[in-house]
């Protein structure tokens, strides 16, 4: 009977825990609720001509990421070496970017590229060290099966209210949002502008993906 009754108040607390977590869940998903670009952003600027994505080098040269990420040379206008304060040298590959049905409640801006997967992949592995950061859910949760070709889809951004362009970025171990900022000579404010998931400036999570409009008196 004793026993009973622990277990029933047990069960309660349980109960009661469940919930407050469930809460705290749902709160914390709407609060990390990143989203790619939407294709009816009213910023956007239909023509989509300067999209941007960051690319850092990991020993590759100019040409080898221009194949990575579909940068062919009828597309790529330009690939620009970008200096990291720690004195790393990455580069910006200019893509085109265009509004994409990716199923049947996704459509957003991106630009695809195709990767073959080798032994050993893992989607992290690849996201990281092929794509520097910016595939979006590599793989689709499927398994990844050496040989296989996977559609890689790579968020791209536009904005009349960013004449130079766009660039998606993928947020490194240490960044600020005035540091990133910098970068492209963009401000705070303009990139929480283009970002509407980002509600905490003073915390850009590692590995997140933010769309930097570059800065008009840049001298990139
Ligand atoms: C880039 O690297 C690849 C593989 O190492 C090499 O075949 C190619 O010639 C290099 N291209 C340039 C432009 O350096
Ligand atoms: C659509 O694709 C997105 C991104 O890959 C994924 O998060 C979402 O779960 C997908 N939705 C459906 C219904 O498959
Ligand atoms: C490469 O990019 C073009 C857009 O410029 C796109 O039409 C094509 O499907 C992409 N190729 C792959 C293999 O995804």
Redesign the pocket.
């Known amino acids: 009977m004793a026993n009973q009754c622990c277990s029933c108040k047990h069960g309660l607390i349980f109960f009661l825990l469940a919930l407050l977590l469930q809460r705290l869940d749902t709160s914390v998903a709407s609060a990390a609720g990143w989203q790619p670009m939407q294709c009816d952003a009213v910023s956007m600027n239909p023509s989509c001509s300067s999209s941007f994505l960051y690319a850092t080098s990991e020993g590759r040269n100019l040409s080898e990421i221009a194949a990575v990420f579909?940068a062919t040379a009828s597309?790529t206008a330009l690939l620009w070496p970008i200096k990291r304060p720690s004195g790393e040298v990455d580069v910006l590959v200019a893509v085109?970017c265009a509004c994409e049905v990716i199923n049947a409640t996704m459509s957003a801006l991106f630009?695809?590229?195709?990767y073959v997967v080798k032994p050993g992949d893992t989607p992290d592995k690849v996201n990281r060290g092929i794509f520097s950061g910016l595939a979006m859910n590599f793989g689709d949760g499927y398994p990844l099966i050496s040989g296989n070709t996977v559609?890689v889809h790579l968020p791209c951004g536009c904005s009349s209210a960013a004449s130079k362009g766009v660039v998606s970025y993928a947020v490194q171990e240490e960044d600020t949002l005035p540091k990133i900022a910098s970068l492209f000579r963009s401000t705070s404010q303009d990139i929480l502008n283009l970002n509407p998931s980002l509600t905490n400036p003073d915390f850009v999570k590692p590995g997140s993906i933010l769309f930097v409009p570059i800065g008009v008196d840049d001298s990139l």
């Open positions: 579909n597309t085109p630009h695809d590229t195709r559609t």
